[in-house]
């Protein structure tokens, strides 16, 4: 079993920064994949970034790259993302996921993800 708590959601003007954090807990995260994901109303959820905990292996979406930025900390069990350049487009509520021994292949896909936090609301205004 993996835990997930997510906190760092906000309302933020375009162009500017949040950082949302994930804390894990559990059982060794040594052969997990943490992804984060998001989703706006009306519209499916879609993915973000990913990173892979043991070596730091990251994949991000095209509409991501370049602003966003994942990373882990592995004494405190912490991922993180750091979104800059914010866009309106960019409100969603944002989930972190994670799941074991997971293709690399799969990041992409929220089916592969066991484990989901609560989610936290991220509001960019125009």
């Known amino acids: 079993q993996v835990q997930l708590v997510e906190s760092g959601g906000g309302l933020v003007q375009a162009g500017g920064s949040l950082r949302l954090s994930c804390a894990a807990s559990?059982?060794?995260?040594?052969?997990?994949?943490m992804g984060w994901f998001r989703q706006a109303p009306g519209k499916e959820r879609e993915f973000v970034a990913a990173?892979?905990?043991?070596?730091?292996?990251?994949y991000y979406a095209d509409s991501v790259k370049g602003r966003f930025t994942i990373s882990r900390d592995n004494a405190k069990n912490t991922v993180y993302l750091q979104m800059n350049s914010l866009k309106p487009e960019d409100t969603a509520v944002y989930y972190c996921?994670?799941?074991?021994?997971?293709?690399?292949?799969?990041?992409?896909?929220?089916?592969?993800?066991?484990?989901w936090g609560q989610g936290t609301q991220v509001t960019v205004s125009s």
């Open positions: 990173i892979k905990w043991s070596g730091g292996r990251t």
């Open positions: 996921a994670a799941d074991r021994y997971l293709d690399d292949s799969r990041w992409s896909f929220s089916v592969e993800y066991d484990y």
């Open positions: 559990g059982r060794t995260l040594s052969s997990v994949t």
